[in-house]
């Protein structure tokens, strides 16, 4: 990845040189590095907008390969607000759509801008796990997603995805800045777009909630090896 003094120069840039920049960059990077097969495009053909997408989450690269293979819908991505705060890593995020949330906390104005984006008719794309997983598996979903799926109602789009935790690799330490970008085959699954399940006239509202993540989780985790699959086999 570019240094972070150099990072730091383009961030002192206008707003729109940034952006046209940073996608410069990252499109440079994927297309040096990241050999992608997709598939399942036919089932973006037809699909109802606005839409969630939702993906397993494994590598800061996921958002860059993800925005390639969206870019016709251009959905906005929802992301961590450190991602932003380091200048490397700002990089990959100034190149995309994003909107910015606080994982871990209960970040009601964050929750309350995605919803409103979806209603004036943004496609989104969220990470359930709310965080790159560090054992290489799907970990389980932050409340977030149910949250949204259902103050929204709107339809979801499951992708799942593999190999990017071999293009930029999670350093251990910490330090998104020293990542660096390896030769990697990636492997992309989108599924079939369907419905959030509505609430059962018998389940209480915890209930309702376990189900729907499980339920939505699953459907990421049938378009993956099951290696991949984690907590939701």
Sequence with gaps: MISTTTAKMISMLPDKLVAYISKKVTDHYLKKYANINLQGRENLMGI???????????????????AKVLKEIDPTFVAGIKLSNNAVTSIGVNGIKTINIKPNTADKEGLKKIIELIKHGESLLIFPEGTRSRVGSLIEAKKGIFLIAKMTGAPIVPIG???TENLLPINEEGDMSSETFNYADIYINIGKQFEFPKRGKEEDKKEYEEFSTKYIMKKIAELLPVNYRGVYK
């Design 48 to 66: 109802k907008l606005p839409t969630i997408f939702i993906s397993n989450h494994l590598s800061n690269s996921d958002g860059l390969v993800l």
């Design 161 to 163: 995805l593999y190999g």
